[in-house]
């Protein structure tokens, strides 16, 4: 299991929360010795930089605007830039992956359904949900109105958060071994390089596409592991 993999980032393009530009998160992860990145910004119904009043198709290309120059960079200096977004409701949060830029041009609701519609519809469409921090409770940038468990409409459980406490990471370890979920991780990483701490998801081999992943974590070909927590900087 030695490509390694972060499954969970945010650029200051298109996340408001972000701290540092794709580019620059980018030469972080091949600096660390990581295979690839999933870039993963905020969505267009959370804490994203995309205004709303843009014509959709233009919402869309503006959400990408972190992945592309992300992706620019990983072209330069070889690691592999792949691409999801965290759809975001109240502060109940799920990754998502395996869809394309055209899934979101043909489906211009997914920003307005309630959670569970829009689980079904990632699902029905072949996307991978993952759970993201779901017992995160503290209310920085937006409202968080409830702590919401959908185990029945995820994939798979983001058990290690790296900005989720112990007690907040074993209570989604717990919740994901209960329900027989796939557990991941990620450093849900704002801030490059001064992240607090970093987490992998490793594969056996060298991920082709988004598609290649969700079919590993499927099968369970995968380890998780992370880095001791860093002083605060």
């Known amino acids: 299991m030695n490509y390694k993999y972060e499954l969970h980032l945010h650029t200051s393009e298109s996340s408001k929360c972000g701290r540092v530009a794709a580019a620059d998160m980018v030469k972080v992860y091949k600096d660390l010795g990581y295979t690839g990145i ?74 307005e359904i309630s959670p569970k519609e829009y689980c079904k519809l990632v699902h029905e469409s072949g996307g991978f949900i993952v759970h993201a921090h779901p017992f995160r409770e503290s209310a920085n940038a937006y409202s968080i109105d409830m702590i919401r468990l959908m185990p029945r409409d995820v994939d798979a459980v983001e058990s290690f958060n790296s900005n989720m406490s112990d007690f907040q990471n074993d209570f989604a370890s717990y919740y994901a071994k209960a329900y027989g979920l796939k557990e991941l991780c990620g450093s849900d990483n704002h801030r490059g390089a001064s992240a607090k701490r970093f987490a992998s998801v490793c594969f ?16 369970g070909e995968y380890t998780c592991s992370h880095t001791e927590p860093l002083e605060e900087k």
Do not use: M
């Not at 869309?60 to 990983?74: C, H, K, Q, R, T």
């Not at 109240?90 to 041009?105: I, M, R």
């Not at 056996?204 to 099968?219: G, S, T």
């Open 204 to 219: 056996n081999h060298r991920l082709a596409d988004e598609k290649d992943f969700i079919e590993c974590v499927k099968n």
């Open 38 to 111: 999933f870039v993963t910004d905020h969505f267009l119904n959370g804490n994203t930089t995309v205004p709303k009043d843009l014509p959709w198709k233009d919402r869309v290309d503006a959400f990408f605007a972190g992945y592309d120059n992300a992706l620019a960079e990983g072209k330069k200096i070889g690691i592999d830039v792949f691409y999801g977004w965290e759809y975001c409701f109240g502060g109940t949060d799920f990754l998502t992956y395996g869809l394309s830029k055209q899934w979101l041009y043909d489906h211009p609701e997914c920003v």
